[in-house]
Structures are given as C-alpha cells and as structure tokens.
C-alpha cells in the first residue's frame, strides 16, 4: 500500500506555507483513494450479487434439480433486468462525473409527467396495496428531458412504494413557485431516521435496515435523481419523520409553453 507522507511544518514563512499545502494535498489524495476503493468494492457487491442468483438457478437447472421451465426463465430473466439497472445506473452516474451527460429539452407539462410516472408504478402500487395519486395546481411547464424527469420521478416513485406499507399513500404533486416548478414524491411509509437523512443522497448509501431486508435497490436512485436535477440546473431534497413518512423534493427552473399553441 501506498504511504502518505506528511512533512513537517516548522516555519510560518513560504516554506511553511508549502509544506502546509503539501499536507493538504496528501491528505485529500488519501482521502479520494479511500472513496475510489470503497466504490470499487460497492461496485462489485452489486453486481455480484444477481449473478450469483443467475448463476444458483442455471446451476440447479444443469443438475437437474429443476426444469427449465417458464417460471425459471422469468427468474432468471429479473435478474438479468437487476444487472442491467445497476449497470446503466453506474454508466448515467459516470457520465454525470464526466459532464457527457446529454439532456434533450423540451417544453414539457409537470402535471402531464406525474401521470405518466403515475401510470408507469400503477401495477407495482396495486400489487403493494398502495394508493398512488398525481395533485397540480394549474399546468407547470418545463423545459426540460422529459425521459430524465420520468427517470428521476420514477426512482422516487419506486423507493417510496417500497417503504410504504399496504394501505398507505403516495402522492406526486406539482406547483409553480415563482420562477421554479416544484415537484413533490409524498409518502405514508416508515420515513428515513434524522441522523440517516444527510446520506440518503450518497452513491451505495442505504439505511442499515434495508440493506439487510434487501430490498432489491442498489443504492444509486437517489443519488441518479440529484445529478438529473442538477443538470436541469435543478435541486433534489428530502425532509422525513420516523413512523409517519418522508418528503422528496424537486425544483427546477420553470419553462414556456410551445410558441406554436
Ligand atoms: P436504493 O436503491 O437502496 O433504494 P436509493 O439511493 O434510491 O437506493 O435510496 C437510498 C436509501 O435511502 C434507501 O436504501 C433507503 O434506506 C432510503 N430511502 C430512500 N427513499 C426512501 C423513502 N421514500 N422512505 C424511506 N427510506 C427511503
């Protein structure tokens, strides 16, 4: 392994000065080398864990402990679909480290979006017993991707069906807030501890809780949906109480109905 060096600083003149500067700068280099090794090792767990389902299931298949038949094709085929998220999740966070990150901008309708989102979690809601209803205020336009917003918003849709309970509630709603359109992901489900909340943003962060109950996300939602609104030159934020649920909030610069209607 490699060692960083501190030298000491003994002098207040540009000597000092420099090797002040000098320990900073090993400092921060330790510290990224640290952050690229645990992203690297979080990486791998996520990735390996759908291949090992992949590879149990053809395994148990080739020795003839089960038929190949469609229930074991549909297995399969979910985690193939698992491996390809975590790997189109990494390349969109890549290309939001690299600036290549390309949005196609439209004028777009909030309320319009929060139906299709709506729309697309319609069964997964039904199957959780969760009621998912879309609320605007007038028609909030954006100029804006309309397939990253629905990535974004779809990611929070997702999580929030997944800590709510049977019975509780998700809701989208829109506003315009002066210049800036509000979007809002309210749910009823267990809500997010307040010394959990500053994380909840971080690449592979995830509560302790449901990194154990493996809830089948790789921990990359959030911080995607914060990198698709910050390229909308946009904000992404969460308030939350324990017991009675959490709060994700979008806000983006607001836009112009197309000149032509
Ligand atoms: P994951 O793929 O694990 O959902 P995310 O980045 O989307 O990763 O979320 C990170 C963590 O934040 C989750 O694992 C969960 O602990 C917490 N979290 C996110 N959304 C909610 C929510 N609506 N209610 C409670 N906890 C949440």
Do not use: C
Request: glycine share 8%; net charge negative; proline share 6%.
């Amino acid at each position: 392994p490699e060692r960083h060096v501190r030298v000491p600083v003994t002098t207040r003149d540009e000597t000092g000065i420099l090797a002040t500067a000098f320990n900073e700068l090993t400092e921060r280099r330790a510290r990224l080398e640290a952050q690229r090794k645990a992203m690297v090792s979080d990486i791998a767990h996520e990735l390996r864990s759908p291949l090992t389902n992949i590879r149990g299931w053809l395994e148990v298949t080739r020795d003839g402990v089960v038929d190949p038949d469609p229930a074991l094709l549909a297995s399969l085929h979910e985690e193939a679909l698992v491996l390809q998220r975590v790997i189109d999740d990494l390349q969109d966070l890549a290309d939001a480290d690299a600036g290549t990150l390309r949005l196609h901008r439209e004028p777009v309708r909030a309320d319009e979006l929060l139906d299709q989102v709506a729309a697309a979690h319609r069964v997964a809601a039904d199957a959780a017993g969760v009621t998912l209803r879309t609320t605007a205020r007038g028609t909030p336009w954006l100029d804006a991707d309309p397939v990253r917003m629905r990535q974004a918003l779809g990611n929070l849709v997702s999580n929030a069906l997944r800590y709510t309970p049977s019975g509780g509630t998700v809701t989208l709603a829109a506003r315009r807030d002066g210049d800036d359109v509000v979007l809002e992901v309210t749910d009823t489900g267990t809500g997010i501890a307040p010394e959990d909340l500053p994380h909840v943003f971080d690449r592979f962060w995830r509560a302790e809780k449901s990194r154990s109950r493996r809830t089948g996300g790789s921990g990359l939602g959030l911080p995607i949906v914060r990198h698709l609104l910050a390229a909308h030159g946009g904000t992404a934020e969460a308030t939350s109480e324990p017991g009675t649920g959490s709060v994700f909030t979008l806000r983006l610069p607001g836009g112009e109905p197309p000149k032509d209607t």
